[in-house]
């Protein structure tokens, strides 16, 4: 998809960034699948079935789906899934693909674009559907790439993972908490400075990155569905000053507090 122009991409209407229910399932459909699907794990456990292939799905898991797959998909409902799907279609021949699956180490700037396609189109912002091409070219790119610079594979035990993700999860369950990393690598039983490199190694960000946009991600949500204001917002998840609050909130969303409000 690397010679193709943003005007060759056909936007579909289902798109969105969902959190599962302890009880979501993806049974297989009745037909294969009509169309191109990017499909992205943000956060929790699963098992996703492509074309009678099994893949463990969790952070970081990215497929692209063509025409003609066949998939199915469960999670763990003590772990559910949030994901991105943005279905679309291309009007000219394709050469280059990106590969059906792979894991992304570096996910901050592919989770940026991925936020930011689906918010145009939900608000129908001017001159959604053009730039949300460009970005959909883009993250068609930002995955060539990374089938181009593939890091040699990490070696972490099965153990460890499970200790990384565990920590993970909790501080994702509990974003208004002054997480410290003394007390979360003493929760993963590691010393401070092994536990934030292999936490890095995994998850892509650091701790401390990784706190603050989980907090984020909670504050856009209750800004959006709670009905919550923003003072409330910010003092329910442990900000005493709405200022950095708010400067925090745009240099992740690209928009302040009241805009989502």
Request: aromatic share 12%.
């Amino acid at each position: 998809m690397l010679e193709l122009s943003p005007a060759s991409f056909i936007l579909k209407p289902a798109f969105a960034k969902i959190f599962c229910e302890p009880e979501w399932r993806w049974p297989k459909r009745e037909k294969p699948m009509p169309n191109y699907d990017l499909f992205y794990v943000w956060s929790g456990e699963g098992e996703l079935i492509l074309n009678g292939e099994p893949y463990a799905i969790s952070k970081g898991s990215c497929f692209v789906f063509r025409p003609g797959d066949e998939t199915t998909a469960t999670h763990n409902p003590q772990k559910p899934l949030v994901l991105t799907y943005i279905h679309f279609d291309v009007n000219e021949p394709v050469s280059r693909i990106p590969a059906r699956y792979r894991v992304l180490d570096e996910t901050i700037d592919f989770e940026y674009m991925l936020v930011r396609y689906v918010r145009l189109l939900l608000e129908r912002a001017f001159a959604a559907e053009e730039e949300a091409r460009l970005i959909l070219k883009q993250l068609m790119i930002h995955l060539l790439r990374d089938e181009q610079h593939k890091p040699a594979p990490r070696k972490v035990s099965n153990q460890l993972n499970e200790t990384i993700q565990e920590v993970a999860n909790y501080i994702r369950q509990h974003p208004s908490l002054a997480h410290r990393v003394e007390d979360l690598a003493s929760r993963a039983g590691l010393s401070p400075r092994y536990f934030s490199i292999k936490f890095k190694e995994l998850m892509g960000v650091s701790v401390q990155s990784y706190i603050i946009r989980m907090r984020i991600e909670r504050a856009e949500h209750l800004l959006v569905y709670t009905g919550m204001n923003v003072t409330e917002v910010a003092d329910a998840l442990g900000y005493r000053d709405i200022f950095f609050f708010s400067r925090q909130f745009k240099q992740y969303t690209g928009k302040s507090p009241s805009e989502i409000r």
